[in-house]
Each structure stands twice: as structure tokens, then as C-alpha cells.
DNA sequence: AGCACCCCTGCAAACGTTTGCAGGATGCGG
DNA sequence: CCGCATCCTGCAAACGTTTGCAGGGGTGCT
């Protein structure tokens, strides 16, 4: 450590400057026109001590941190890493930088988090697909940050009627196009690999899948709804699981491309050919989607624009903060690759070929 | 939005519960024994004013934010996420938030972010093997954040002797066990996937590759040596460039999980099995690498322990300043899956197997 | 010359905490 | 009863900025 001095403060350089600390505020911020001779002594001293302002000290006084946070389940998820990524962005270019805290979908590690931030006095928050579990109190987390007086903003995660700003993507239609891609491919036995919890993202792909499969009369049996952990080991376990019952299936929806891959390198490792024995159709089009073999036909969500449009409802409540509650819905789009084929198997073979797959 | 009163402060709870602001504030940190009447009093007031400590306003008097910045290149690469979510972990383990900062490696980008971490008075900041393009007037990174008297430490880039605490995984280890790994297969015409830049990871990677197959008596032509961006596409790219010059080789080590698995999905797909035709050796252990089929053979870096160890560095330096300078080198380890195989073409054939695997 | 402005600058208060210092009360030993 | 230590509490200064207010000097107009 070479200085152990304090950082030089604006009552330093006003001294070298030879000018009040008044003034030498004015030149920094630019607030209120300032003498061009002073201006420049200023700067001159400014350089000279290599001044830097005290943020802390300006938030605290102005009441403003130009700091957000984003509470999100938990970054190693492909999804989440790349929303968090948009979002450090569109907050960067606005000036702004970002507390970043995964929650793990733990109301505790939640709660504790959104203390931290509305102590640390952040601009805003925004919550990604999290913080929604009602405490015993019945105060949500939403609440809670709201009736503090702190703007916020809740991504991936349908609240319906809740005055908040929410954007959040047409999930209802992401299941159902891949449903309906699936049926025109001649699938009927369709197996749907969920993740590991029931929140509104999930609920909206299974309902959207159903809606599709219904009006082709078909419905998704019980023992072919399997869970997983939402990550790739998940998706094989989920596989293997199928494939245990004798696969009678012949085709998969997983709710996350990380599922569909690991689902289809266990199928591929038990000798199943994807796609000719078994479709799968991931959903997010993460960027590994595109570049494993087959590549994943999957349900593509827009989160270079969820993050971006998160973070100017936000910046627009701290703005306004009277505005009307907005609600943005974005369209998936499903993206047909490799992973998914028409039916080879008649149905009739499918009972017969219960155990084929495995070695 | 509720209220639009501000939040109550010390002030607020000592009139109400008739004490002086000083003694709120000593039951409020503890740091002084109050009388145990008064001190319940206090915390019925705090309760019913939902009183929350201005942080701001604390961390401005007492210098200290427990807050540290975090500078990765990018984190929707997994390695990043991964590295990011442990420290993230560690960090709010220990009381502390972390403002994330991605900087492309960009100088530009990477240096506006050092200055507003600076500026907003950071406890310490994790430089993930970034950050470091000496700037015109020869002070990079690492020392405007020294200079600053702020704690720094680097993680994942090789400083040398500079005084600064590092953490940094044996990549040239990686590179020579990766090589090993790929010669007692039976493997003599390798290529190399090389990241987008010549950081001290990449450097050290190959270094290694090249002293193992020296030591067999074999190079790597400069032929073999093929940039990628980094990204799975990158690695589709390049080996379809390779598959265009006629795969002249048996082998490619990627410098990354994303680059390897585009690379196998592009080989994959031009018809080339992996690994009875090419075998395919990664860099990271990505979660999404023992996924895929065929699994990928990888070097798999300590991510865990990189982010909770520069943590601790960190931590410990924020303690004690004049501390000696540590450098802990963490090993890398070769986990072996199904993407690299023993040569089946003979040396001979692989002329003739000029294009061969193309469609 | 007088007056009204405008431009620039300094003074001082304020933001919400923490903390050194001192004072009052209490208890205890001599 | 005195001296002294201990415990609890309040006062006020300080942290580095911002900003309302006021004052001084200049300019232009009447």
C-alpha cells in the first residue's frame, strides 16, 4: 500500500485553487457557471491531487446512489447470466451500476438481500422471476421494497394485477407453439420435463403446451410430467427416468435448454437417435442451443430486450414515480433446429419398443 | 408508490422512545453497553418506525461500504458466471454486496469502471483477468487501484512479481496435461483452439501443449493454431475452417468448454465422429461439458475455490494492509469423458482423409 | 449619478451517522 | 463520609458534499 493518506477532498483542492469549496463543487458538477480563470486554476488542482469526488458523500447528501439492485435466482443459469448481462448494460450506458445478489429462490437469502440493498439505499431494484414467495406477514418482497418507497421492477415473473411494473415474456405461447410444432410432426406422446418449481413461467408453458395438445385431443399424461433441477444433470436424470418406464414417448419439452441438452446427450448415450427416435425442444435459446448436434430446436426467449426494457421501466419510475403501472408483454419465437423430426415410430410400435433404446 | 415521507432516522426513534441519538445509535450497532429498560424502549421505537440504518450515511462516516467490485470480461460466459456467482457467494457469506462490472476487455469500458468503483469507495475490487492493458502513461489497472489505497486482487492472470495478491490456476499444467492426455492416446497432429486474445491463461495454455508433445518430439504446426472468438460459434467456425483446409488432424484442443462443444458439433455435423475420427479435448468443466454426447474430455479449472480464495485474499488484505504479498496457484486436473479417443486413422491415411468428412 | 441586473463567489447549514469526551448516578471500600 | 471506579447517557464535532442565500463587483440603461 504506497498511500496511507486520506483521498484528497474538495477542501483540499479549494485550497490549492485558492478558491472556496463552493466553488470547486460548481466546476465538478457543472452546476452553476463558474469564472473561466477560476475554472481552470480549479481543474489544475484537481489534476494536480488527482481529486476524485466522494460518492458516498454526494448520494448520501443527494439522497441519489446511481446504483441498482438485481435479485436474481441464480447466475450460472445460462438465462439468468445472460439477463443479468443485459441488464449490467443497459444500467451502464444509463450511468448506473449494479448490486448483484442470486437469491436461490430462498425467501430467507431474499429477504436478507433486499434489507441489504434498501439500507444501501439503492435507486431501484428489479427482481428477476424471484422474490415471490408471500412472508407469514403476507408481505411479498415486491411490497415490501414498494412500501419502503423504493422503486421496483419484477422480470420473468407474472404478478397479474399487482401494481408494480412487470415485463415478462408470453410463456402461455411459448408452450403452445411448441406444442403445436411438436403435433404437426405427428408427436402425440410427449413427455414435459419442468423445473424446479412452480412459478408463473413454468405454470404458463405447461398450460400453453396443454392449450396446444388439447385442441388436437391430446393431453400429456401424468407419469410423462417429470421433474428436474433445472440444470443438465437434471435433464439426463429426467431422460433416464423416460427411459426407465420404456420409453413411450416420442417426443420431450423441456422448460430450459440446459434440461433439453443434458435430456438429449443421456437419449444419444443410451443409443436413441434424437431425432428419429425422440424429438426435444429446449426452451430459452441459450447460445449453446445453436451449437451442440443436434441443435436444439427451442423456444427463444427475447432477453437481450427483457433486460434492456427492465431497465428503463425502471429508470422511468425513478423519474416519474406517479406514472401508470406498466406491464409489458414480449413474444417468444420458437426456432426450429435439428433436435426435433417427424414421428418415424408408428404408435402401435411404441409399446414394443419400450426398452429398445437401451443398450 | 405508498409513502413519500422519508425513511425515519436516528433522530425519529430517539425522540420517540425520549433518548439521545447517540444512544439509538449504540443499540442500534452494539457497541456500547446500554441499560437494559432504555435499550428496549429503542427497539420498540425502532420496531414501530420500521427505522432501517441509513448505510449511506454510515458507511460515509465510517469509511467503510462492505461493498466490493468485481471486474470479469463477460459474464454470460459460464466460466465468468460460474467464477462470479462463488465470489458473489463468498462475499455476501462475509457481509459484503458486490457491484458487478463487465468489461469486454475493453480498456476503455474497464477504466470507467475502476473510477466509479473508486469513486464510490469500494472496499475492494476482484479483477478477473481483466483490467489489464497497461495504459498510455504505463499505470494499468491493478496500480491506479493500488495507488487508490484500495485493496485489489487478481484473479485468473499471471502478474508475475508484481505487489499485488493473485490467484491463478496452472494453465501451463493445464495445457501439458491436456497435451499428455492426447500423446498416449496415440495423437500427433494436433490442433489448437486458441481464445480471442493473448492473455496470460491462453499463454500459459499453450506453452504447456507445446512443451508435452516436445517432449515426444512433436510440434504444433502453425497451421493447427486457429483463433476463436470464444463463444461456441467461434468454435463451429473454426473447426469448419479446419475441416476446409481437409482435416489434417486428429485432434483439437480448445481453449474453452463453449469453443470445444461448437467445435464437436460442427465436426458432428460435416459427418466427423467424435472421437473415432477427432478427438476433442476442452478447457473449464463448464456444467453444460459432461452434458453433451459425446461427454467432453476437459481440463477442468477449480472455480469454487478461485472465487472463495480471492475472496479470502481480499478479505485478508482489507484487514491487514501491509500483509505480504500472496500468489496462490491452484492445480488444474484432467477429467477424461468420451470426446478424445485413440487415433484409429494411421498417420498415412490422413492425407488421403483430406476431406473426407465433408458431406 | 443612480438604479437594476446579472455574474460570480463565499458562507454556512444540512444530510444521518459515529464517537471522543465529559458529566451524573451509583456502588463500594476505607 | 469521602474518594474513586464503573456504568450509562448526552453533547457536539466530524465525515465530504450540495445548495439556498447573500454580497460584491461589473455593466448597461435611464
Not at 443479468?84 to 448506473?96: K, L, V
Request: net charge negative; with cysteine.
Amino acid at each position: 500500500m504506497r498511500h496511507e493518506e486520506r483521498s484528497p477532498t474538495l477542501q483540499d483542492v479549494a485550497a490549492r485553487a485558492g478558491v472556496s469549496v463552493s466553488t470547486v463543487s460548481r466546476v465538478v458538477t457543472g452546476s452553476v457557471a463558474v469564472e473561466a480563470g477560476t475554472a481552470e486554476r480549479v481543474r489544475e488542482a484537481i489534476a494536480a491531487l488527482e481529486y476524485r469526488p466522494n460518492l458516498l458523500a454526494r448520494s448520501f447528501r443527494r439522497r441519489v446512489t446511481h446504483t441498482i439492485g438485481l435479485l436474481v435466482p441464480d447466475t450460472s443459469n445460462p438465462f439468468f447470466a445472460e439477463l443479468a448481462r443485459t441488464i449490467e448494460d443497459a444500467g451502464f450506458a444509463e450511468g448506473y451500476s449494479v448490486i448483484l445478489g442470486n437469491s436461490d429462490l430462498s425467501p430467507v437469502k431474499q429477504e436478507t438481500y433486499i434489507d441489504v440493498l434498501l439500507a444501501k439505499r439503492v435507486d431501484g431494484v428489479i427482481l428477476a422471476s424471484s422474490g415471490l414467495i408471500p412472508r407469514a406477514d403476507g408481505h411479498d418482497a415486491v411490497e415490501r421494497i414498494l412500501e419502503a418507497g423504493v422503486p421496483c421492477v419484477v422480470v420473468d415473473r407474472d404478478l397479474g394485477e399487482m401494481p408494480v411494473d412487470q415485463v415478462l415474456v408470453d410463456n402461455e405461447r411459448g408452450g403452445y407453439l411448441a406444442g403445436e410444432h411438436l403435433l404437426g410432426l405427428g408427436h402425440r406422446r410427449i413427455a414435459c420435463l419442468v423445473g424446479p418449481n412452480d412459478l408463473t413461467p413454468s405454470a404458463g408453458r405447461i398450460a400453453g403446451l396443454r392449450r396446444a395438445l388439447a385442441e388436437a385431443g391430446v393431453a400429456v399424461a401424468e407419469e410423462h410430467l417429470v421433474r428436474g433441477n433445472g440444470r443438465p444433470d437434471g435433464g439426463a436424470a429426467a431422460a433416464r427416468t423416460l427411459l426407465g418406464h420404456g420409453l413411450d414417448v416420442t417426443a420431450i419439452f423441456a422448460f430450459n435448454d440446459q434440461m433439453a441438452t443434458g435430456a438429449v446427450g443421456a437419449l444419444q448415450r443410451a443409443g436413441c437417435r434424437v431425432p428419429e427416435d425422440v424429438s426435444v425442444v429446449g426452451f430459452d435459446d441459450i447460445p449453446l442451443a445453436a451449437a451442440i448436434y443436434p441443435a436444439l430446436t427451442t423456444v427463444a426467449q427475447p432477453i437481450a430486450e427483457m433486460g434492456a426494457l427492465g431497465v428503463r421501466l425502471l429508470l422511468d419510475r425513478i423519474a416519474r414515480r406517479d406514472a401508470p403501472w406498466r406491464r409489458e408483454l414480449l413474444e417468444t419465437r420458437l426456432v426450429v433446429r435439428e433436435s426435433t423430426g417427424p414421428v418415424t415410430r408408428r404408435e402401435a410400435e411404441i409399446e414394443v419398443a419400450r426398452g429398445s433404446c437401451e443398450e
